[in-house]
């Protein structure tokens, strides 16, 4: 079993900047690879990075790519995502992801994580 908690969403203006971090505990032996997704009101969960537990791969959506940086502190076994140059389109509730399958599937599919943690809130207001 693995839990996941979110924290680092809130308001911030367009152009401004935030950081989430999503801190995993129980079984993180198990580890294969973490990400981020988002779903805004009306709108189906989407991708929007991931990265592999080793090496050096890392996913990003087109929508985010230059802008969103993700990153990773396997001691703490946590993952991190910083926002910067946040647009509108941005505003969604933030999920945070673990994958522990090598073969689950491509990284930007939200079939392909096994656990989810609870959201949080991103407001990216004009």
């Known amino acids: 079993q693995v839990q996941l908690v979110e924290s680092g969403g809130g308001l911030a203006q367009a152009g401004g900047s935030l950081r989430l971090s999503c801190a995993a505990s129980g079984r993180t032996s198990s580890i294969y690879a973490m990400g981020w997704f988002r779903q805004a009101p009306g709108k189906e969960r989407e991708p929007v990075a991931s990265?592999?537990?080793?090496?050096?791969?890392?996913f990003y959506a087109n929508s985010v790519k230059g802008r969103f940086t993700i990153s990773r502190d396997n001691a703490k076994n946590t993952v991190y995502l910083q926002m910067n140059s946040l647009k509108d389109e941005d505003t969604a509730v933030y999920y945070c992801?673990?994958?522990?399958?090598?073969?689950?599937?491509?990284?930007?599919?939200?079939?392909?994580?096994?656990?989810w943690g609870q959201g949080t809130q991103v407001t990216v207001s004009s």
């Open positions: 990265i592999a537990w080793s090496g050096t791969y890392t």
């Open positions: 992801a673990l994958r522990t399958r090598v073969g689950a599937g491509a990284y930007q599919y939200a079939s392909s994580y096994d656990y």
